[in-house]
Nanobody, 125 residues
Framework: QLQLAESGGGSVRSGGSLRLSCAAIGRVDITYAMAWFRQAPGKEREFVAAISWKGGTIYYGDSVKGRFAISKDNAKNMWFLQMNNLKPDDSATYFC??????????????????WGRGTRVTVSS
């Protein structure tokens, strides 16, 4: 399992942008795919985006297509989620997750063995 840590969350007004980062902590000896999920209070964890190890395969959840972009820097063991045109419905805690390969679509939380603790995003109208 990888140790993951998210950063970059915060508060923004509707239409604004945020860039989330996820870093793998410590020595990383395996290749892995990663994803972003989000969870709002009282709701199930929702798939946001996923990217393969080499970055050639990318998926997005329907609610973020055209607004969010996932990317990665394997040399730095970091991944990113650029979020544009944010809406109040995007408010949630965002988690990065990783596993050796992508098992979807569809992508379920159980498909990923490593998780960060999350970073909070709040979008006001």
């Amino acid at each position: 399992q990888l140790q993951l840590a998210e950063s970059g969350g915060g508060s923004v007004r509707s239409g604004g942008s945020l860039r989330l980062s996820c870093a793998a902590i410590g020595r990383v000896d395996i290749t892995y795919a990663m994803a972003w999920f989000r969870q709002a209070p009282g709701k199930e964890r929702e798939f946001v985006a996923a990217i393969s190890w080499k970055g050639g395969t990318i998926y997005y959840g329907d609610s973020v297509k055209g607004r969010f972009a996932i990317s990665k820097d394997n040399a730095k063991n970091m991944w990113f989620l650029q979020m544009n045109n944010l809406k109040p419905d995007d408010s949630a805690t965002y988690f990065c997750a990783a596993d050796q390969q992508l098992m979807g679509p569809p992508f379920r939380p159980d498909d990923f063995g490593s998780w960060g603790r999350g970073t909070r995003v709040t979008v006001s109208s």
